[in-house]
């Protein structure tokens, strides 16, 4: 069943954070430091004011970064790279994520609200730096995040993928929103138990097994 309903794809497109290992790695608890810290610094403010706009930004526009941008202009590129410089140490190589990976017919490619170095540093350090075909990252989007529809239109450009040939895995459902409405296979995955929802075709707690059975 589960390998039937994917039998025409030829473009596997996999989110980075929390789909390709779980939320326990802690990156993201390094990065909203990061964030916090850059927004105290760069915008004269005190720590729990610039936190609460992290989160509150990052809940009105996707990202942290795209409210920066909107309401104060902020440059991304400094700002990415200084989010980013985090220990990637707390990720360890997953060989059987690779080889299950690695086993799908057709491109595999990464997209992530994150930059192609941030995600070539995670790539590498989870042992997957030679298993995708291609990265993309919010620069290649014009710094527009997921789940913005414009974000996903300059990447299946670029990435000349045709969406009704897609599959797209996130842990985000609200990122799937958009894949669906253009013809994506979804496939959410998440630890939390599965809700019914018109635009999550799959939803797996195991990202390594779900993908052994479509092959």
Not at 14 to 39: G, R
Not at 45 to 74: C, F, K, S
Not at 128 to 147: M, N, Q, R
Request: glycine content about 4%; charged content about 20%.
């Amino acid at each position: 069943m589960t390998r039937n309903a994917f039998s025409h794809v030829t473009h596997w497109v996999f989110d980075l954070d929390h789909t390709l290992y779980p939320p326990e790695n802690a990156l993201f608890s390094q990065i909203e430091k990061k964030m916090t810290d850059y927004v105290m610094k760069n915008l004269n403010l005190t720590e729990p004011q610039a936190n609460q706009m992290r989160v509150q930004y990052w809940q009105q526009y996707g990202t942290t970064l795209a409210g920066l941008m909107r309401e104060h202009d902020i440059d991304p590129v400094p700002f990415l790279d200084s989010v980013h410089d985090i220990d990637f140490s707390v990720l360890s190589p997953n060989p059987e994520l690779c080889e299950a990976i690695h086993a799908l017919p057709g491109r595999k490619l990464i997209y992530t609200n994150g930059t192609k170095p941030y995600a070539n540093c995670v790539l590498g350090h989870l042992g997957l730096g030679d298993t995708f075909d291609a990265i993309y990252g919010v620069e290649h989007a014009g710094y527009s995040p997921k789940p913005e529809r414009i974000a996903y239109e300059r990447v299946f450009e670029q990435a000349k993928v045709n969406p009704v040939q897609a599959a797209m895995f996130e842990d985000s459902d609200v990122n799937l929103l958009v894949p669906h409405a253009l013809g994506v296979k979804t496939v959410l995955v998440h630890s939390a138990s599965p809700k019914p929802s018109d635009h999550i075709h799959f939803q797996t707690s195991d990202l390594t097994t779900f993908l052994r059975q479509i092959v």
